[in-house]
């Protein structure tokens, strides 16, 4: 669908039924068709080592659930498609 659609930023759970967002991160990083696309990650995990790991494979940023409010999530929009 993002190299369909070609989004400017897309909001990625890692937490997916029957996948795992860091494995569709992955395949949207690895495609150079899709790679310049930004990810926000929505996450309830805060392990330094696993935030690391997703950073280095292309987050840019991250929503905490269940604690985000619409108006960080609006902000944190805002702020990368600048």
């Given amino acids: 669908m993002a ?3 070609q989004p400017d930023l ?3 759970d890692l937490m997916l039924g029957n996948s795992s967002g860091l494995d569709i991160l992955k395949a ?4 150079p068709a899709t790679k310049a696309i930004k990810v926000i990650a929505v996450t309830n995990f805060r392990e330094k080592e696993l935030l690391e790991s997703q950073r280095v494979a292309g ?5 905490y659930k269940p604690d985000y409010t619409p108006r960080e ?3 944190k929009i805002r702020e990368y498609l600048v």
Avoid: M
């Fill in 3 to 5: 190299k369909e659609e």
């Fill in 10 to 12: 897309v909001l990625l």
């Fill in 28 to 31: 949207v990083k690895a495609d």
């Fill in 59 to 63: 987050i840019y940023d991250y929503i």
């Fill in 73 to 75: 999530l609006a902000r």
